[in-house]
């Protein structure tokens, strides 16, 4: 059974049941049905981001825990946490197709089992990486993938960008490294993402490339020894005698018995 079978609600089934109908504009657009019966999406984008600003704050500085199990439903604690004061489906994938770019690829098919196993294929790599033996180079490159992964599968109608982000800081606490995302420019980070989306409309395999440079950039070392989330999980994927496809992904990913030196703690993420 897929660790990250699709939950979302049935009473936000279609494109049009997001938003107030009053709201909704020639483009298919229109003002996110919310807590707070807001009807003003520049105002609510305002709220939005000041209340999951602040439910961030909470996981960072410890205020709230969540299990660290790196798959789908860590993915939809974290954005459960982050939304619930703004959205009645915060935690719940979407169950609508979603394009972005100027091409209009999809994202994953919710309706046809392509999100979970992103993220399946997601967790996978997670789970059969040393993250703890990883130089700043081979780091990087791993996060891209992992990440190359997540961006595609997109699960969330809202929020998968604010929701990748605290993932992947918990990712980074299993290393030797932080990330500052502060190091990239929207922009870059945008376009960076956009073309790791699969090549061709009907591929499945996303092309992490144009993220590897991006996340060599954003890790900085820390001071403090990695945490232990993943340990037992690689002796569970062999004793359910799961395969590992990803053993041999990344040839040029070494890893490395040496503890690498550690300069001053960055807490960028925290703030």
Do not use: C
């Amino acid at each position: 059974m897929s660790r990250t079978a699709v939950v979302s609600s049935s009473d936000f089934s279609t494109w049009p049941s997001y938003f107030y109908p009053d709201t909704i504009q020639a483009d298919g657009t229109g003002t996110l049905i919310n807590r707070l019966n807001e009807r003003d999406q520049d105002r609510l984008t305002w709220i939005e981001h000041r209340a999951a600003g602040e439910r961030s704050r909470q996981l960072f500085a410890g205020e709230v825990q969540i299990p660290r199990t790196f798959d789908g439903e860590h993915l939809r604690s974290v954005h459960r946490h982050l939304f619930q004061d703004v959205y009645e489906w915060a935690g719940d994938y979407r169950a609508v197709n979603m394009t972005k770019g100027d091409d209009r690829r999809h994202f994953a098919n919710p309706r046809n089992g392509e999100l979970p196993r992103y993220l399946d294929d997601m967790y996978r790599i997670i789970a059969t990486t040393d993250w703890a033996a990883l130089d700043q180079r081979d780091f990087g490159t791993r996060t891209a993938r992992v990440f190359a992964f997540l961006n595609q599968a997109h699960p969330f109608r809202e929020g998968n960008g604010r929701t990748a982000k605290v993932f992947l800081a918990h990712l980074a606490e299993q290393s030797h490294f932080d990330l500052d995302f502060r190091r990239v420019l929207p922009g870059h980070w945008n376009t960076a993402s956009q073309l790791s989306r699969p090549t061709e409309k009907t591929s499945y395999e996303p092309n992490p490339s144009p993220l590897v440079p991006v996340f060599q950039s954003l890790a900085v070392a820390r001071d403090t020894p990695p945490r232990n989330d993943l340990g037992g999980i690689n002796e569970r994927l062999r004793a359910a005698n799961r395969p590992n496809p990803y053993a041999q992904l990344d040839p040029t990913v070494r890893q490395h018995p040496k503890r690498p030196s550690m300069p001053t703690r960055d807490r960028s993420l925290e703030r």
